[in-house]
């Protein structure tokens, strides 16, 4: 009889254990929510998607902090700005950008 006394608190105990523990975690889970700003948007200026500002790849272009997706629209992104400036440039300017 003894062991099956001992098998109930032990059981008792665990699940007053699991219980505090869940508890903790839903206490834990409100106060991230609480912290967590709403996901500010950025627009890419080469494909113009929204992305999220933290996952957005930050590059300063002519003195603009600008926004982008990926790489990939960084890069053409300056390709096309600095072909842009290109027509109107002579090739001793072509490397002001880069
Ligand atoms: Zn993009």
Sequence with gaps: MSRLILFIILFLLLYAILRYLIKDMAVCRKKLSRKS???????????QTYIPKRSAVKKKIAGRLLYFCNQKCMKNYINQTTQNH???LTNSNRFVML
Excluded: F, R, S, T
């Design 86 to 88: 290109k027509k109107g």
């Design 37 to 47: 700003e709403p996901e500010e948007l950025v627009q890419d200026p080469y494909c």
